[in-house]
């Protein structure tokens, strides 16, 4: 139980024989750090990277599957299997409200055909 606390102060508490590497000096989220002994037997600091996100379904605002979470800067330079789905609107909308949205579309167009032949039989 008093190693489980320490690693918990040590995970909230900074070490007092180790200094920042970088400029930035509060515990912001890209502050984030983890202490590590060098091959030479000193404490470092290695900084965390922040964890990358899912894209949401821009109607329903769900995570999209099958799409790798990153960073933008990653993203850049992964291969486009990994950043979209092979279908149509892939990695922007979730195949549920793409369903709704082709289903519609159809709709409407056959509404429109059903206007045209009523305003046709309307003329006759």
Same mark, same amino acid.
């Given at each position: 139980?008093?190693?489980?606390?320490?690693?918990? /102060?040590?995970?909230?508490? +900074?070490?007092? &024989?180790?200094?920042?590497?970088? =400029? *930035?000096?509060?515990? !912001?989220?890209s502050?984030?750090?983890?202490?590590?002994?060098?091959?030479?037997?000193?404490?470092?600091?290695?900084?965390?990277?922040?964890?990358?996100?899912?894209p949401?379904?821009?109607?329903?605002?769900?995570?999209?599957?099958? /799409?790798?979470?990153?960073? +933008?800067?990653? &993203?850049?330079?992964?291969?486009? =299997? *990994?950043?979209?789905? !092979?279908?149509?609107?892939?990695?922007?909308?979730?195949?549920?409200?793409?369903?709704?949205?082709?289903?519609?579309?159809?709709?409407?167009?056959?509404?429109?055909?059903?206007?045209?032949?009523?305003?046709?039989?309307?003329?006759?």
């Amino acid at each position: 139980s008093t190693l489980s606390f320490r690693l918990l /102060i040590s995970e909230i508490m +900074p070490h007092p &024989r180790l200094t920042y590497r970088r =400029r *930035l000096s509060y515990n !912001t989220t890209s502050n984030q750090r983890r202490v590590v002994k060098t091959p030479g037997g000193k404490l470092v600091y290695l900084y965390k990277k922040k964890k990358g996100s899912l894209p949401k379904c821009g109607w329903c605002k769900e995570q999209l599957r099958g /799409i790798k979470p990153s960073r +933008p800067k990653e &993203r850049s330079r992964m291969s486009k =299997r *990994l950043k979209t789905v !092979t279908r149509a609107y892939g990695g922007v909308m979730c195949p549920g409200c793409l369903k709704e949205r082709i289903l519609r579309a159809f709709l409407m167009e056959e509404q429109k055909i059903v206007n045209k032949v009523l305003k046709a039989n309307a003329a006759a």
